[in-house]
T-cell receptor
């Protein structure tokens, strides 16, 4: 069973569109994250949720809106996509004493 | 704010050579330290982690890292690399009570057969 699963794996879309990426974890962890990896491989945190509550919101445009319907799911919705949003987006979960587990990533390409 | 520095951007080694990748962090309090590996086109995998205790940490695939508090360092080592170690390596830190991971900029490791 995949511990942290993201869908879709690849997403190609036009500028201006709205898209969502879904993430689910079956580890029972309370905390989930979205990270962005840019073209230079740099990884930066975007959001963190603990038990459905937003706890970290880094400097991210308002076009990005995370949603956590329950503690096992953290989705990322992006409005009005721009070329600069092209990146790989990783979902992760954290469990005390267990550490972090990352999903396999969603490669978003905006054309 | 925490920061992590990886000074080696791209390292090229021959198979069987010894490896040491540098990692320095800035936070002065209690920190958790991690090394992750990202094989081409794949997600991040944990190589090893340090929370407390023995500063010499053994990880998977023959990797180890040493936490030197006085130097704010957590360098990754492997005595003999293989071609399959070609990947991107990320050092990361989080401070106790704040589980946000802060990553270094990564080191690309290329192993020549």
């Amino acid at each position: 069973d995949t511990a942290v699963s993201q869908t879709p794996k690849y997403l190609v879309t036009q500028m201006g569109n709205d898209k969502s990426i879904k993430c689910e974890q079956n580890l029972g962890h309370d905390t989930m994250y979205w990270y962005k990896q840019d073209s230079k491989k740099f990884l930066k945190i975007m959001f963190s949720y603990n038990n459905k509550e937003l706890i970290i919101n880094e400097t991210v445009p308002n076009r990005f809106s995370p949603k956590s319907p329950d503690k096992a799911h953290l989705n990322l919705h992006i409005n009005s996509l721009e070329l600069g949003d092209s990146a790989v987006y990783f979902c992760a979960s954290f469990g005390q004493g267990y550490g972090y587990t990352f999903g396999s990533g969603t490669r978003l390409t905006v054309v | 704010a925490q920061s992590v520095s990886q000074h080696n951007h791209h390292v090229i080694l021959s198979e069987a050579a010894s490896l040491e990748l540098g990692c320095n962090y800035s936070y002065g309090g209690t920190v958790n330290l991690f090394w992750y590996v990202q094989y081409p086109g794949q997600h991040l995998q944990l190589l090893l982690k340090y929370f407390s205790g023995d500063p010499l940490v053994k990880g998977i695939k023959g990797f180890e890292a040493e936490f030197i508090k006085s130097k704010f360092s957590f360098n990754l080592r492997k005595p003999s690399v293989q071609w399959s170690d070609t990947a991107e390596y990320f050092c990361a830190t989080s401070n106790f009570g704040n589980e946000k991971l802060t990553f270094g900029t990564g080191t690309r490791l290329t192993i020549i057969p």
